[in-house]
């Protein structure tokens, strides 16, 4: 999903483009669902935090740790903008959202939603959505 450096353990799965990726095991079960419901993804991360402090992000060696010391324990996501308001539709039940953070972007000149959330969430937002009927 993206040419960064890999710092979390990954498996290589195969995207719903054909794609081959490496995803963070943590967030295969999450990647799973939004892949079955339609959503297209560019980036998943388990640990925002920890890949910073890795050198897994393009933070400049220099700043890694003062940028990594708010998203320690951090899942990070991107989704096609269109799918942002959906997603949210879904995973509603997570406490409201509590310490979820939405920003647009552009990235391969198209619009994205970076979601941001945390770790202990993942699991939850897997299941939600494998108990959700179809969004497709």
């Known amino acids: 999903m993206t040419d960064w450096t890999q710092t979390h353990p990954t498996q290589t799965m195969t995207t ?10 943590e967030m295969i079960p999450l990647l799973t669902q939004l ?6 993804t560019l980036l998943a991360c388990q640990d925002l935090g920890e890949a910073i402090l890795g050198g897994g992000t393009r933070v400049p060696p ?6 990594a010391a708010d998203r320690m324990g951090r899942a990070w996501l ?21 310490g979820w953070v939405l920003h647009a972007e ?12 945390p770790r202990q969430d993942i ?7 494998g108990r959700a009927p179809s969004m497709q």
Request: aromatic share 8%; glycine share 8%.
């Open 106 to 117: 552009e990235a391969r000149g198209r619009p994205w939603v970076s979601v941001t959330f």
């Open 62 to 67: 220099q700043e890694r740790e003062s940028h």
């Open 35 to 40: 892949w079955r419901h339609g959503f297209e």
């Open 78 to 98: 991107k989704v096609r903008m269109e799918d942002g308001p959906r997603l949210l539709e879904v995973l509603q039940p997570l406490s409201d959202y509590q």
């Open 16 to 25: 719903p483009g054909g794609e081959r990726v490496e995803i963070d095991l």
């Open 123 to 129: 699991v939850e937002a897997a299941a939600l959505l």
